[in-house]
């Protein structure tokens, strides 16, 4: 081989190198970040909807405006969503929480799992 084709493997060799170190670092970013509407910080303490086993608790009836807690329990992500689109506590991954503010007008809202449609439940608001 001549120098200059020595050369020339060499800095091939070099920025082959490179590249392939620069995927093998770490994301700056976990793999799992939330989505804009998965809440990760702990609402306060206040009637609590838990989602586990793929079902909702029960809430008793509470005021208009009431701040609920909604905590995914389960490993898979889920939703609260009302029918009537009065609340929604968007996409919860397993682990959780968000709050959900009750309607104003007194009545029974039902909801449901966008992503497990079979997942329903209901909030009832006496005021």
Known sequence: ??????????????????SCSSDAEPAA?????????????????????????FEFSALDPVAPGTEIIVANLDGAQHTLTADDGS??????????????TAPDAPGTYTFICNIHPRMTGSITVEG
């Open 29 to 53: 970013e976990p793999a799992t970040e939330p989505t804009e509407d998965t809440a990760t910080e702990e609402p306060s303490d206040g009637p609590t909807i838990q989602i586990e086993g």
């Open 1 to 18: 081989m001549n120098l200059r084709t020595t050369s020339l493997a060499i800095v091939a060799a070099a920025l082959v190198a490179v």
């Open 87 to 100: 609340f929604n506590s968007g996409g919860l991954d397993g682990g959780a929480t968000a709050a959900i």
